[in-house]
């Protein structure tokens, strides 16, 4: 068990993947996860022994059978580190000699070993190699392992395999010809290598998804985590560490123009039922330009949207309250009105101080502000320019100070429940509004100087004056 059959000196150290759990009880042994659970068989003393020296790995695995063997029957140990390797319960670091190789970290059940797979192998689309550390990290939403390495050759290895000629280069990369073929066949045992590349390009189920997309949505779930090290959801990973945004963003140094306040209480008792504004809300793109949007317009849809109601403080964190739900109350979407034709308003980027109920001018009219809404033709079929473009941000370190590894998946969530909010409203008052599917936010920190890492574009909304026949 020390090797494969063939390796010419390979060895590898083992140990439990962190977050794996064991225990004895009904006279069998188990393993578990947050999500999987598995028995080992029957209760042995000699397992308990194996499953300790595994967590405190790592454990050489010649070493482990030598110690323990005496301890259990003929080939026991060999196989009880065959399943718990099968079951995904083990890391399994490659070493040649005294040279670490890689190491592979099981995040599922691995595949059955096989061959070495044929001179198509080739790196799987899906899979993403990135520094971690003074390390390499190949990973993939398929696969059910990841591979880390510090290891030169088998880095040229990894980068071999996503070119064209596939493994059948493999033959000039300065490793052994054993480290070779146990490198490939984890490579396609875990998923992030395919036998060919025709594999991932002839079904519907992965040719529909683009890498970043499938790759987001595996990591933005939550998955087994088996890593304990990974956080997940709202930890307040940055307490201590770092200080957290305030609620109100800085404003713009730009002039200010004070909006309408609708009386609540009276459109209460005046508003269509929310089954009326439910069932009359249609996406609607075109605008009477010859009677736009006024700034009283506008301003009360702010206020009704996304005006801060109230704040409180917890831990140190500023939580407001908007008319809108936000995960973990922390607002973190900002409003930018880029105004083509308003009654009232200038045209030009404007920034809305939802704890002000107020605008800033951010830019004048100008190109900048031009190209901004012509990247609204781009993202709809509208016949003309909106009048207004409600241009939504992030201030993305608002959420992930507190939340790790879905606060992005999270952000999106909340735009789609601002889009509706904002949908409701306008169908209520009157005018057209049209969710947009996509922007270009480098073309918003362009206009607006904003840093792309701290604030960006998220989504975008097109606003304007219903024409009589809409």
């Known amino acids: 068990m020390s090797a494969a059959p063939g390796s010419g000196g390979l060895d590898r150290d083992l140990r439990l993947v962190p977050g794996v759990s064991c225990a004895r009880g009904d006279g069998h042994v188990r393993v578990a996860t947050r999500r999987r659970n598995e028995s080992l068989g029957a209760d042995a003393p000699w397992k308990g022994k194996v499953l300790v020296r595994l967590a405190q790995g790592p454990s050489r695995s010649a070493d482990l059978v030598a110690d323990v063997a005496q301890d259990a029957g003929p080939g026991e140990v060999e196989a009880l580190v065959t399943q718990l390797e099968a079951g995904g319960w083990l890391a399994a670091a490659v070493r040649s000699g005294d040279r670490p190789l890689y190491t592979l970290v099981p995040e599922s059940p691995l595949g059955p070993a096989s061959g070495d797979g044929g001179a198509g192998v080739v790196l799987s689309r899906f899979t993403v190699v990135r520094r971690e550390s003074d390390r390499l990290v190949a990973e993939s939403p398929l696969a059910s392992a990841r591979l880390e390495t510090g290891d030169p050759a088998v880095q040229a290895a990894i980068g071999v395999l996503a070119g064209a000629g596939g493994a059948a280069e493999l033959a000039a990369v300065p490793l052994a010809a054993a480290a070779r073929e146990r490198l490939l066949a984890d490579l396609l045992r875990s998923g992030l290598a395919v036998p060919s ?3 991932e390009e002839s079904r519907l189920r992965l040719r529909q ?7 987001f949505h595996r990591r933005s779930r939550m998955g087994d985590r088996s890593d304990a090290a990974e956080g997940y959801g709202r930890t307040m ?8 945004l305030p609620a109100r963003r800085k404003p713009y140094p ?27 809300r249609r996406s609607l793109r075109v605008h009477d330009d010859a009677n736009p949007i006024t700034l009283d317009q506008l301003g009360e849809l702010l206020y009704r949207c996304a005006r801060v109601r109230s704040m409180r403080v917890g831990g140190g964190v500023e939580y407001p309250s908007r008319p809108h739900p936000s995960g973990g109350s922390v607002y973190e979407l900002e409003l930018y009105p880029v105004v083509r034709l308003a009654s009232g308003l200038d045209a030009g980027v404007y920034h809305y101080d939802a704890h002000a109920h107020r605008l800033r001018l951010v830019r004048e009219e100008g190109p900048d502000v031009r190209r901004l ?3 609204a033709l781009r993202a709809a079929p509208t016949p003309g320019t909106p009048q207004v473009l409600l241009i939504v941000t992030a201030r993305f370190g608002r959420l992930m100070w507190i939340y790790e590894q879905m606060p992005y998946s999270l952000i999106l969530k909340h735009v789609g429940v601002l889009y509706q909010t904002m949908y409701l409203v306008a169908t209520a008052m009157g005018l057209a509004a049209c969710g947009l599917g996509g922007g270009d936010a480098t073309d918003f920190n362009a206009a607006t100087g904003t840093d ?19």
């Open 209 to 215: 998804w683009q890498p970043h997309e499938l790759w």
């Open 452 to 470: 792309y890492a701290t604030e960006s574009a998220v989504g975008e909304f097109s606003l304007g004056s219903r024409p009589p026949q809409g």
């Open 254 to 280: 730009g002039p200010e123009v004070v909006l309408h306040r609708p009386r609540l209480e009276a459109l209460r008792r005046e508003d269509p039922t929310l089954t009326s504004v439910v069932e009359d």
């Open 373 to 375: 809404l012509r990247t």
């Open 237 to 244: 990973w940055a307490r201590g560490s770092l200080d957290p």
């Open 197 to 199: 590349a025709a594999e």
